[in-house]
Structure formats: C-alpha cells, structure tokens
C-alpha cells in the first residue's frame, strides 16, 4: 500500500527539534539514552509535521521515553499503551503514534493488548526496549529472561520458559517485526526508519542493556570483538554472511539453518540462504534460530508485508456507508423505524 | 359466533417458553404493535445466562412481561393476569408470577411425561387442583401449526420452530390488536433469506389469530384503549437503545466524532450492536480485546479529539478501575455506560441489580472523584447518557452513567425529542502557543484545556503521574500533589451548580420521603402514588445526579421525619445518604436479580407511617 503523507513540512525540523525540556533521568550509562539519541537523531528525516508526532508508553524505564521527546505525548498505565495508541491512532489516523515499552510492561502485563493489536495491523510503531530484566521495580525477572537467571524475584534461577520478542509478533500478523541493538546506532537508526517507512504495525525489538539490574545480556551481540561471530544482518534479497572475514553463512538443511563456510570449501555464497522480507515461513525459521545456541543471531527486518490497516478500512467502511445511506441525519436516527403520533 | 369486547384500563401478560422457543421476540413483536397503538407499557425481558439450555428443562425457561394501559405505566408489573406457557417447565417456574383469578394458555402438546419429569414435576400441572384459582386454557397450540403447515412439506424441527407465532396471533386475536406490523416484520426478517420459513411463520401467525375467531374457548376479547400520553411523536425504545443514541446524539450536537471502546458483556453488548451499525454517522466502534483495552482505546480516542465512550457491565467497571482512575488524572472526556447486572463475580449475568452505585464512586486507587449520573427508565436512558457526554465533555472528566440489565432489556414509549431542541454541547480545543498551559483551568469549571495532537505549538506530554498544576510537568512536590488532588475534587464538586436541583413527587415536606435511584423509579413512583391517593403523606424523591448529589437534596430530606431507601442492593445509596446528610435513612433492599415490587414498596411505607398514623 502506497504511503500517505501529509505535505512535507515548510520548515526543515533538526534534532534539538525533538528534544524535550525535561531532564532525563536514566541511570547513567542506560542503554534508553542510546535509542532516544537515534530516534531523535532520525525523526527529522522524517516528513511528518511535528505537531503530528505522538509518543505513547505504559509503564517502566523505557515508558518514560515520551517525556523526553518534544512531541505530544501519552505517559499510560502499566501496560496498556498499545491499547491507546490504537484509540488515538483510529481516531485520528493522520498522526503518526510510536509506542515505547519494554519486556515487562509490553509482553507481560501489557502482552495481550500488544498482539490484538499487531493483529489488527493498526498503523503504529512500536519500539520494545529488551533488557530481560524489570528495571523501575528494581530487579525482577521479565518474561524474556532467560532460563536460571538469577533475579531479586528469582534467588534460585529462572523457571518460566522465555518469550521470544520477535516470533510472538510474528505469531501475532504483526506485519514488520524487527531486530535491533542500543550498541549498534547505525543499524537502530536503521530500524527507525523501516519502522516509520511501513504502513502497517511496526514491531522493532531493541536489545537494550540494563546496566543496573542485568548488565551485559547482550555483550556477545553488542560488543566489537565477538559480534561479528555471532550476529548475522538480515538484508533483503540477499545472503546470510557473517563473521570477522564474512567467511560464514546460514544455508537452510531442509528447515533447518545450519552455519557454513563459504572461505572456499565445499560451500559457496551461492548455497546460502537468502533473505526475503516478504516470506513469513522463512522469517518463522530465522526466529527460531535463537533457540540453537550455536547459531548467530539475526538481526534486521525479518518480515515486511502488505496487509490493509485497521483504521483505513474502518475509514473505508465509513465511506462506504455515507455512499450509500447518505450522512447520517440526526433527527432520523431518534426517530427509528417505528413511530406514532399522539395528538 | 359473536364475541363479547371488553375494555381493559391495563393488562400485563407474560409470555414463557424454552430459551429456544423465542418468547423474546413473541414479546418484542407484541410490544411493537402495543406501542404502535399508543398504549402506555413497561417491558422486562427475563431469560437465563444459557443460549439454548436443554429444552424442557426449568433453567431453560426464558420469559417476557408486557405491562400496558390506557393509564400510566411505570412498571412491568409485579404479578401478570395472563400467563402463556409454551411447556410444563415454564408454567412450573412462572405460576407463582400470575395472580389469583388469571388466565393461563398452555400449548398442552407440551405436556408429555417427558416434559412433565424435565420441569421435575410428579404430575401433569394442568390436572393439579389448584389450577381451579385460574382461568386455564388448554390448546395444541404444536398440533394446531402443525396443521395450518401440512401442505408445506416442512421438517418437523422447523414447524416446531414457527409455534410461536401462533402465540402470537392467538394473544392479537385476544387484545384486538392488528397482525399487520408482525406480518410485515416477518417478510423483511425471513423474506429474503428464507422463502419457506416466512411463509410457515406467516401461515401460523394468521392462524392463531382466526383460532381465536373460531373456537369457542374464548367468548370475551379484550381492548385497551390509548393511553393519555403527553402530545407528540413516539416510538417504543429499549434503554440500551437509548443509550447508544444518547451517545450517538451527544457526539452530533457536539460536533466530535464518536469512538465506542468496548468488550461484550451481557446486558451490555446491544449499545455496541446498536452503533456499530451507525457508520454513516461517522461513529467508530471498536470491539477491544478486553475491557481494559476497550477503555484504554477510548481514552487515546479523546486524547486525539473524539467523543470516547466505553460500554459495560459490573465486572468490566471493575477491570476499568485502573484507567478510569487514568482519565482522572489525564482529565479528558469520557463516558462509561455501566449497564449493571447481579453480582458479585459472574453472579446473575442477565439478571438486574443496582449494586455498583459504590463502585461507581469509589472503585477506584486514591482519591479519584469523577461525576455519576443513573437513568430512571429505559427511555431515560437516553437522557441520562447524554448528559453524562456534556458533563463530562464541559468539566474534561469522565463519567459513569448507570442503568441496568432491566433498564436496557426493558422497553417503553419514548416521546421523540427534537433534534434541534438538545441542549448544547459547546466544545473548545486549545490552539493559542502564546497562553497554553496542559494544566491550567477554567476559572468557573476549574476543567483544563483540550489540546489536541496535531495543533501546531501545543507539543505537550501528559500522564498518569502526578502533574505540576498549570505545566503539567512531573512534580512529587508534597504541597502540589495536596493541592491537586483537593483541586480534582473541587471541580468535580462545581459540577453540582451546573445540575437541575433535585425534583419531588409529592410534597416537599412531610412525613415520609421514599428516597430511590435508577430503574426502582417506576416501582417507587406506583408505590407513593397508591399511598398518597389513600392519603397518606408520603413524597417521593428520585436521584438521578448520585455524584455530586443536586445542591438542595440535603435540604430536601431534613423536611421529612423519615426516609426510606428501596434499593435492588444491600444498602448502598443510603451510605452516602447518610454520609453526608446524617440523615437516619432506612433501607428497604431486595436482591433477587429482579425490578423491585410496588407492592411490596407499598407495605413498607403504609408500615412505617403506620405507627403513628393509626
């Protein structure tokens, strides 16, 4: 579906655009300082007018991201701000409504709310902020920590079995699910914009670190030294390669992704698997890829699809109904079908 | 043979069957055309939580009583004169409901032992001796639609199916009242998707209807004359109707967009049926994932500018409690129709009470005062919910409007209002950067302003934090946070000079005020009017403004020694009486999931003034 925006705004909107006057108060060196910079950094690529930004969010670190931005903003309740960027969004489907929330507050208490609503596919960005951890009730396991952590909630080691972020939306009909890092600007400016880009649900999980609570989760991701092993970036219409040298790649055995050499042995570039956005089995497989160990992880968009909006076919019925009946008359409505006349 | 006519003043009839049978819509189908004739009526749909129970068995009886008379009608009747019974089942569980002296019109094909041991019963009800108190009729009402079907070559389940309709006819027939509007009703309903199953329900219908001519069972036929409503246009309206219409008009006269967030919850679903079909309105219904969603997308809807709304039931307020309390804090518009039912729990889901007036008021974390308004009647429920959207849309606060299982399954002549006579609803959005702060106030209303996103400058946050007065940024400042909560209350208190003073029936001083709320109206208005034609001094005070009371109520009941509360809950009204009055209130609670009686109203006030009367 083509994408519908307003005329580009007369003035050029630059970063301190997007910044609120509000002090920001993360702890220091808290990976939420990292993805409000790029999506500040990004916004004023953006052709919306300023005034047409809303920020919403529930509860939690990450659910204070609206203050900090310089736009019209929903501070919510725990984990319902899915559910009033949707009221918002299909009341007035000219705003462009982003949702900050985090693994607790999105796919915990709020986790109901977030799948109705990838499968409703509202026209709605949402940014999860991943830290495996609660933060602002000081330490508790989320529903992606990972088995036997050690919490303040779990002295004895996790036991519930994690979510994983991306295949539950992708479980859901989200129609853009996304993978990123708040180590990794570049690629999470990246996401921003694929996000902001859809027309459709945009769901972009960022691995984001709690340097308080559960410090280092993502190191072997987000570090320099082993990143390049053990990530693989997904790019449509092309190959699965990674490490140091871009000497590996993924080739699918079956259904199964396997890790390859490509350095001139028995595999070539050419048996890789190669990505494509528009295929929803193939980004069901690469999801699944977090469950092997050995396997990197993907990051990147792993589906893109076209799917009509919510609020564009309730406008469309809207339409369709005023075609047909005409704009509805007040005084008709009260009077209904039946009526008599007392003199 | 020539039957005898004879005008009745009023009548109720009860109609019982299997939840299968369709007495729902035999009864709908019979208030229409008695409503169309311009009699006065009451309704009360009484049917179990089960879609399609066992067939035969008691817990699938479903039930509907019409109340209707040339007089005024304020209740659907505590006994009926006429009792229709499509099987022993029904006659076993409704006989109690039927005066002494009554009709009863069994469909005696049903009375098979089969049927007979379903209702658990030892022996054909009909052949009891007591059935000697009434006037009992027995006909084959199955063999009867059987027959008039013959030629048709229809399965016996579907000829089983139109039986109703010969009911129907049959109670026409008896009332005097034309088939036209049913008949026409049939063709539109089954017409075009069924060709067979209109013309069978078209053949039984006129069947029961010349039965009634032909047999010599029934020698008198019965006439009820129109009642002396106040001049105007009518039609007959269910209270959720009317509620989806009070929204649906508030929004029109207000110039905003409606945005209905809701979950289905029995009684409350038809309010969102109702405006889903209103998209030529531009009214946007969104059926949430659940009640907490449905409120929280009607709140980002009035963020964003539209009129949002959330309808439900007892234990969906309940699950609203945490972003009714947001809506609060935000201070933005927004009604919540809670069409309460019994409780606790699931308790009786299609049963009515009026046990959430407390939860109303106070269900909430904190100090979260907001403004409760309840409706009276089921055409009041049209009234009473668009005054809550102009409350709550003038003092940027959201409102509960109560009504009822009873209230919004019950149905009565509604005088049409003019489109143009609904009082105003003037709406102001915030658009000028150089004055605009998220929290400042009104001096009169103490409301904020309605900035919307997407107004160039005004780029605000807001939440469910606590806000600094006038900037709205964070404070934990201890005398900001004493001042805002004290200032949220102030306002919702002002809401009391805008408000019509409390109105009585009756005297404005006496001996006894009898004191009500919401759906009790009819049954409180027949009591007090009985009395006071037997002279006693007994007024009657309804409330339909509970938060914040009207400004006069206290005085109002210091004029009277006694006050007495009926209430379908066990004592709630009259806490807040006595809260704030200290007035020394006596309850009269009855929660059996049904409308209170105004007989039994009636002997507690003829007791209580009894003592020194006598």
Redesign the interface.
């Known amino acids: 579906m083509p994408e519908t925006k307003e005329a580009a705004a007369p003035e050029k909107l630059t970063i301190k655009d997007f910044q609120?006057d509000?002090d920001v108060r993360w702890c220091p060196g808290c990976g939420d300082y990292s993805v409000l910079a790029q999506v500040q950094r990004v916004f004023p690529e953006f052709t919306h007018?300023?005034?047409?930004?809303?920020a919403?969010?529930g509860?939690g670190c990450s659910s204070r991201f609206?203050?900090y931005m310089?736009?019209?903003?929903?501070?919510?309740?725990h984990g319902?701000a899915t559910?009033?960027?949707?009221?918002?969004?299909?009341?007035?489907p000219?705003?462009d409504v982003w949702v900050a929330t985090g693994d607790g507050d999105g796919l915990s208490i709020g986790g109901?709310?977030m799948?109705?609503t990838a499968r409703r596919n509202v026209n709605i960005k949402i940014l999860l902020f991943n830290n495996q951890i609660y933060g602002l009730t000081k330490g508790q396991y989320s529903p992606t920590s990972v088995l036997g952590q050690i919490t303040r909630s779990t002295p004895f080691g996790v036991i519930d079995y994690p979510f994983v972020p991306v295949s539950l939306a992708l479980g859901a009909g989200a129609t853009l699910v996304a993978r990123t890092m708040d180590r990794d600007p570049k690629h999470l400016q990246e996401m921003v914009r694929r996000a902001e880009q859809h027309h459709g649900t945009a769901f972009v999980e960022i691995y984001q670190n709690c340097n308080v609570f559960n410090d280092g989760a993502f190191l072997r991701f987000t570090e320099k030294e082993t990143r390049d092993d053990n990530v693989v970036y997904l790019h449509h219409g092309e190959p699965l390669v990674f490490g140091k040298k871009k000497e590996k790649g993924i080739r699918l055995d079956g259904f199964t992704p396997t890790i390859v050499n490509i350095d001139g042995g028995k595999y070539s570039i050419d048996d890789l698997l190669v990505h494509d956005e528009g295929d929803l089995t193939l980004a069901f497989i690469l999801a699944n890829m977090i469950h092997n160990p050995e396997l990197p992880r993907p990051m990147g968009v792993f589906v893109s699809l076209n799917r009509p909006t919510y609020e564009d076919q309730?406008a469309e019925?809207?339409q369709?109904?005023?075609a047909?009946?005409?704009?509805?008359d007040?005084?008709a409505?009260?009077?209904?079908e039946?009526?008599?006349?007392?003199? | 043979m020539e039957k005898e006519f004879r005008t009745l003043e009023e009548v109720t009839i009860r109609f019982a069957g299997d939840s299968g049978d369709g007495m729902q819509l035999t009864g709908t189908q019979f208030t229409n055309t008695v409503a169309a004739l311009g009699a006065d009526l009451s309704t009360l749909p009484d049917y179990p939580a089960e879609i399609r129970a066992p067939a035969g068995t008691t817990y699938g009886v479903s039930g509907f009583q019409i109340h209707f008379g040339s007089t005024d009608i304020h209740t659907p009747g505590d006994t009926c004169d006429v009792l229709v019974a499509m099987n022993p089942a029904a006659l076993a569980t409704n006989l109690r409901l039927l005066r002494d002296g009554g009709t009863i019109i069994v469909n005696e094909d049903a009375f098979t032992d089969k049927n007979i041991k379903l209702a658990h019963l030892d022996a054909n009800p009909l052949e009891a001796p007591g059935m000697s108190r009434y006037h009992l009729h027995r006909i084959g009402i199955s063999q009867l639609t059987a027959n008039a079907l013959a030629d048709m070559n229809l399965s016996s389940r579907l000829v089983d199916k139109t039986k109703n309709f010969f009911a129907l006819g049959l109670m026409y027939w008896l009332y005097n009242r034309p088939i036209d509007q049913s008949i026409r009703f049939i063709e539109e309903k089954f017409g075009s998707k069924d060709k067979d199953l209109a013309e069978a329900n078209l053949r039984v219908l006129k069947a029961g209807y010349h039965f009634g001519e032909t047999t010599e069972i029934f020698t008198t036929r019965y006439d009820v004359k129109p009642a002396k409503l106040p001049p105007g246009k009518y039609r007959n309206i269910m209270g959720n109707v009317a509620a989806a219409l009070g929204l649906a008009a508030a929004a029109k006269k207000a110039g905003l967009d409606l945005f209905l967030g809701s979950y289905p919850i029995t009684p409350a679903s038809d309010i969102l049926h109702e405006l889903s079909r209103l998209k030529n309105y531009g009214v946007k219904t969104y059926q949430a994932e659940d009640e907490i969603a449905a409120i929280c997308a009607a709140i980002g809807a009035s963020y964003a500018g539209a009129l949002g709304a959330t309808s439900t039931s007892g234990p969906g307020l309940a699950l609203k409690g945490e972003a009714i309390g947001l809506a609060v804090m935000l201070e933005l518009p927004l009604v919540i129709v809670d069409v309460q039912r019994g409780g606790p729990s699931t308790g009786l889901p299609t049963k009515t009470e009026q046990a959430d007036l407390l939860q109303a008021v106070h269900g909430r974390n904190s100090e979260a005062p907001l403004c409760v308004v309840a409706a009276a009647t089921p055409a009041d429920c049209f009234a009473a919910v668009y005054e809550s959207a102009r409350i709550a849309i003038k003092y940027m606060t959201p409102v509960i409007c109560l009504t009822d299982g009873y209230l919004g399954n019950g149905a009565e002549p509604w005088k049409i209002p003019d489109a143009d006579e609904l009082p105003e609803i003037p709406v102001t959005f915030a658009t000028d950067r150089a004055t605009f702060h998220p929290y400042s106030r009104d001096e009169k209303t103490l409301s904020r302003p309605w900035a919307l996103p997407g107004t160039p400058g005004l780029e605000h946050r807001i939440g469910g934090l606590e806000k600094q007065h006038i900037t709205g940024n964070i404070s934990y400042d201890p005398d900001n946070h004493d001042f805002m909560i004290k200032i949220r209350a102030e306002k919702i208190e002002r809401i009391a000079d805008d408000i019509p003073l409390q109105e009585v029936d009756g005297d404005e001083e006496g001996e006894l005020a009898v004191v009500g709320w919401g759906s009790s109206y009819g049954a409180i208005r027949t009591a007090v009017e009985n009395c006071r034609a037997k002279g006693h001094p007994v007024s009657h005070i309804h409330i339909k403004y509970l938060f914040p009371f009207p400004k006069n109520l206290g005085e109002l009941l210091y004029g009277f020694k006694k006050v007495l509360v009926p209430e379908i809950n066990n004592g709630q009204l009259i806490r807040l009486l006595r809260e704030k009055y200290l007035v020394p209130a006596v309850g009269f609670n009855r929660i059996k999931g049904l409308p209170l009686g105004s007989e039994e109203i009636e002997e507690t006030i003829e007791s209580m003034l009894g003592g020194e009367n006598a």
Do not use: F
Not at chain 1, 333 to 336: A, C, K, N, R
Not at chain 1, 338 to 343: D, G, L, S
């Open positions: 609120s509000q007018k300023k005034e047409n930004y809303v919403v969010s509860i609206p203050y310089d736009i019209y903003g929903l501070h919510g309740i319902r559910a009033i960027a949707s009221g918002i969004k299909t009341a007035n000219e705003l109901n709310h799948i109705h309730l019925q809207i369709r109904a005023r047909s009946k005409g704009e509805g007040l005084q409505l009260l009077d209904g039946e009526t008599w006349v007392i003199r």
